[in-house]
């Protein structure tokens, strides 16, 4: 199994709501990654989980939590988010190490009404 | 981070062979060139890695500069499903870091 499953793949939400992402992997990764994108722009980095512990926050708002509950989940929780955080959330996982690739997932596609 | 840069865009014909180019001249001894392709609509894919040497797999190729500051992806015959955008990545610790990446477009 080689896949990186995001679920919801699209969400909607009020700017009052509190929602999750969900991500899921199999493949032993000890690394997962949470990336924003915006339409026609490279994924920016969020954060990144080492070992189920978060080793790189990139001074993303609080109004983002990641939560890493094992080795093989990953979330994103979201509270009062403001129009402009509509994008596509990837997640992605990897070996921890620059020598081996990354898995993405399809992303869920979040719009903040 | 270590920046790369790549064309805005190019383009191909199909079945024709497709070089990608990539600089990044403030690369370390440590960094790994990476690169992925993202569809549209998709999450980005893997395409291939090296350090130093040339690489070779079933997708692409990679030639890597002597003194490592620039590289080229090579798709030796360009099929309508690989235009995509590709990105030049430089991996180090546990950061993957998309540049800006580059639109590859192929006419039947």
């Known amino acids: 199994d080689t896949e990186v499953t995001q679920t919801p793949k699209h969400l909607v939400m009020g700017m009052t709501n509190k929602k999750s992402l969900k991500c899921e992997q199999h493949?032993?990764?000890?690394?997962m990654y949470w990336y924003k994108q915006k339409a026609k722009k490279p994924p920016e980095l969020m954060f990144v989980?080492?070992?189920?512990?978060?080793?790189i926050n990139e001074s993303v708002p609080s109004r983002f939590s990641p939560e890493c509950p094992n080795s093989s989940l990953l979330n994103l929780h979201l509270h009062a988010l403001q129009p402009e955080d509509s994008a596509l959330y990837l997640c992605a996982s990897s070996q921890d190490h620059p020598d081996t690739e990354a898995f993405f997932g399809q992303g869920t596609r979040l719009t903040v009404v | 981070d270590a920046k790369t840069t790549q064309p805005n865009s190019m383009e191909s014909n199909e079945e024709e062979p497709v070089h990608l180019p990539c600089n990044h001249s403030t690369i370390s001894g440590t960094d790994y060139i990476h690169w992925y392709r993202q569809l549209p609509s998709q999450g980005p894919e893997y395409v291939i890695h090296?350090?130093?040497s040339n690489v070779n797999n079933r997708m692409a190729s990679l030639a890597i500069a002597e003194d490592r500051k620039s590289s080229t992806l090579i798709l030796h015959r360009a099929t309508l499903r690989d235009a995509a955008v590709y990105y030049c990545?430089?991996?180090?610790?546990?950061?993957?870091?998309f540049g800006t990446g580059t639109r590859l477009q192929v006419f039947p």
């Open positions: 493949m032993g990764h000890r690394a």
């Open positions: 989980y080492s070992y189920e512990k978060l080793s």
């Open positions: 990545i430089l991996y180090n610790t546990d950061k993957l870091i």
């Open positions: 090296g350090l130093t």
